[in-house]
């Protein structure tokens, strides 16, 4: 199931990145810097119809 992150700041798209895991480092969006973005998923269905 292919996932991407979307930026909640600027709105940009992109794959999730490789990243060293280092204290006070997190992903951040490549084209504005910013920390908070969402997790989306291709054919991710949360409540699906019975």
Same mark, same amino acid.
């Given at each position: 199931?292919?996932?991407?992150?979307? $930026?909640?700041? &600027? /709105?940009?798209?992109?794959?999730?990145?490789? !990243?060293?895991?280092?204290?006070?480092?997190?992903?951040? $969006?490549?084209? &504005? /810097?910013?920390?908070?973005?969402?997790?989306? !998923?291709?054919?991710?269905?949360?409540?699906?119809?019975?």
């Amino acid at each position: 199931m292919p996932a991407w992150l979307e $930026c909640d700041n &600027c /709105g940009d798209e992109h794959t999730i990145p490789d !990243r060293a895991d280092t204290p006070g480092g997190g992903t951040c $969006c490549p084209e &504005c /810097g910013k920390h908070p973005y969402t997790v989306r !998923r291709e054919g991710l269905a949360w409540h699906p119809d019975p």
